[in-house]
């Protein structure tokens, strides 16, 4: 980040010895904003949106009663900063001008049309590293409430609530960022920014055979080959690496990329990326690790013969997770899933999805169908649920389907019960886990757990092909 630039931002609201919160929380909120847009735009507006992030966080880092949560006040007076253009109304340029601050809301409302945030700050947010430490500037400068030589500070000094705020910003996490969650789970409130792009067979398959030789393909450098590898614009590479992150299939670090352990799995047993399992591997991995609005969607929708409107399953998905995206770019990326399940498709075979067009409304209708799954399949995603999430050794079963571990596998809450129960006579399965079904306390026993138990499980259902297609 330019000096000049960290300087300013550094010493925000510092006036006569004197520190006030403000100007940087304004900031702070703003960047929100952006990301929330996907840093499309260079326009911040006094929304509601904003107001409520600002109050947010002004009552998350500021505990002096002395210091009043007024929005409006700080977004008017960051015009004196570089970055910070206030953009009046039509007909207000005059009136902007001779302005010298502002008394309420209905002031700057009718005043100011929004904010243009400047070039310089703009490219600062759109690169992964920059922005990282830009955020981790503000977030320190919040907790201690004095300006910082952030240049100092490192990842392994943020706090709990650090890393909270932290993860607002970091989508998709990168492996070697492993502070950001301390229990070792793939990140928290991921994001799966795929535009309208589904998960191509031929774009894994390129994938899988390509990073192992080249683990720089996806950088800058090597973009010319990128493309021509991949069929694929600079939007739809975003995309690739997107899906491949949230997946679990890889793990990126600056300008490299890896195969995870699961990717190099996937290449072992199927260098087509045509089987079921691998399918299915994906699937799973996009529900544990929490990625939205995958994971929201096939939570929280109900299997059955009911058919709902793609525009109110995304309305649905907003209503109750209105932090996690703007909702242009929540319809942006469940149009990326609804692609993927389409006939054509890898995803779509799972059957998991059925999409269909009303002939009188012209709306796109989806509806969840229950599919049949191995025992395997079952107890590879119990072991991942443990141990994304859990780590002990037994989960009550009523946990475990409140997480959506039923939904995921296409199955019911009764189905699912039911698989547990056979899980106990197949000897194939049976020494990994126990089901205790006492009535109204059932429960999962890990008798085995852990990476290794969960790889041997993998290499199994690909080399006796126990994962067939729906």
């Not at 929490?290 to 058919?307: C, H, K, L, R, V």
Request: net charge positive; proline share 3%.
């Amino acid at each position: 980040m330019p000096d000049e630039l960290s300087l300013e931002i550094k010493n925000l609201g510092a006036n006569n010895n004197q520190w006030k919160p403000h100007k940087l929380i304004a900031l702070y909120s703003a960047i929100i904003m952006l990301q929330r847009a996907d840093f499309n735009t260079d326009k911040v507006y006094f929304s509601t949106e904003y107001k409520n992030t600002f109050k947010k966080h002004f009552k998350k880092y500021i505990k002096n009663e002395n210091d009043k949560s007024r929005p409006h006040t700080p977004f008017f007076h960051l015009k004196t900063s570089s970055f910070w253009e206030l953009i009046p109304r039509s007909g207000m340029e005059q009136e902007l001008q001779n302005t010298t601050t502002v008394g309420g809301i209905g002031d700057l409302n009718r005043i100011v049309d929004h904010v243009k945030i400047s070039d310089e700050l703009l490219q600062v947010l759109l690169n992964d590293e920059k922005r990282d430490f830009l955020i981790n500037v503000i977030v320190n400068i919040l907790n201690s409430k004095v300006s910082v030589d952030a240049s100092k500070e490192c990842y392994s000094d943020l706090n709990n609530e650090e890393i909270t705020a932290y993860n607002e910003f970091i989508c998709p996490v990168k492996a070697k960022d492993k502070i950001i969650n301390k229990n070792d789970n793939i990140g928290n409130k991921m994001s799966l920014k795929t535009d309208t792009f589904p998960l191509k067979r031929l774009w894994l398959e390129h994938a899988i055979s390509t990073i192992p030789k080249n683990k720089m393909i996806f950088s800058s450098a090597h973009i010319s080959d990128a493309r021509k590898i991949f069929l694929a614009g600079s939007n739809q590479l975003t995309a690739i690496q997107n899906w491949l992150t949230c997946s679990s299939i890889i793990e990126r670090q600056k300008n490299t990329v890896e195969l995870t352990p699961l990717g190099k799995k996937i290449s072992e047993h199927d260098t087509h990326a045509d089987k079921a399992l691998t399918w299915w591997l994906i699937h799973l991995n996009l529900c544990i690790n929490d990625i939205f609005p995958y994971t929201a969607f096939f939570m929280g929708f109900e299997i059955g013969d009911s058919w709902i409107e793609k525009d109110k399953i995304i309305d649905k998905l907003y209503s109750k997770n209105p932090d996690r995206l703007a909702l242009e770019s929540l319809k942006t990326y469940f149009d990326g899933i609804d692609a993927s399940f389409r006939p054509g498709n890898m995803m779509y075979m799972l059957g998991l999805l059925e999409r269909r067009r009303d002939r009188e409304s012209g709306k796109i209708l989806i509806k969840r169908n229950s599919v049949e799954v191995c025992n395997e399949l079952v107890v590879y995603a119990l072991m991942l649920l443990q141990y994304r999430h859990a780590k002990d050794v037994t989960m009550q079963t009523p946990t475990i389907i409140k997480m959506g571990l039923p939904h995921f596998l296409g199955l019911t809450h009764k189905m699912f019960r039911e698989k547990l129960s056979n899980i106990q006579s197949d000897s194939n399965v049976n020494k990994l886990i126990k089901y205790d079904n006492k009535q109204n306390l059932d429960s999962v026993e890990f008798i085995k757990k852990g990476t290794k138990v969960m790889e041997s499980l993998v290499d199994y259902m690909y080399e006796n092909e126990v994962v067939q297609w729906n």
